[in-house]
């Protein structure tokens, strides 16, 4: 059974970078044919997918996120890492990692609140 954990801060600054780490247990990331994504879900709107990193290490993005976020990983530790650089109040959302196999994700992360804020 395979299960993701998002972790990270749960108040961020306005400008300042949000760095969020999902870490995957009961599968490798390294997988062949599997992504491993970012998804969010603003209060009162729909999930919004920003990014994925697939297992060979080959990134991509969702053009509303491409020049803001960055996706990496850690094969040593079985983790991948979202940063969003210059966060504004509207990237309040409850963030998820999630698996995904030909653009179908089937597990998910519970989801992290991360609020925007001064």
């Known amino acids: 059974q395979v299960q993701l954990q998002e972790a990270g801060p749960g108040l961020v600054n306005p400008s300042q970078t949000l760095s969020l780490t999902c870490t995957v247990s009961g599968g490798s990331i390294t997988t062949r044919h599997y992504d491993w994504g970012w998804i969010r879900q603003p209060p009162g709107k729909g999930l919004e997918w920003m990014g994925s990193?697939?297992?060979?290490?080959?990134?991509y993005y969702s053009p509303s996120y491409k020049r803001r976020a960055s996706i990496s990983r850690d094969t040593s530790k079985n983790q991948f890492t979202l940063q969003l650089t210059s966060v504004i109040a509207e990237d309040t959302a409850v963030y998820y990692c999630a698996r995904a196999k030909v653009a179908s994700y089937d597990y998910w992360g519970q989801g992290t609140q991360v609020t925007v804020s001064s």
């Open positions: 990193i697939a297992y060979n290490g080959k990134t």
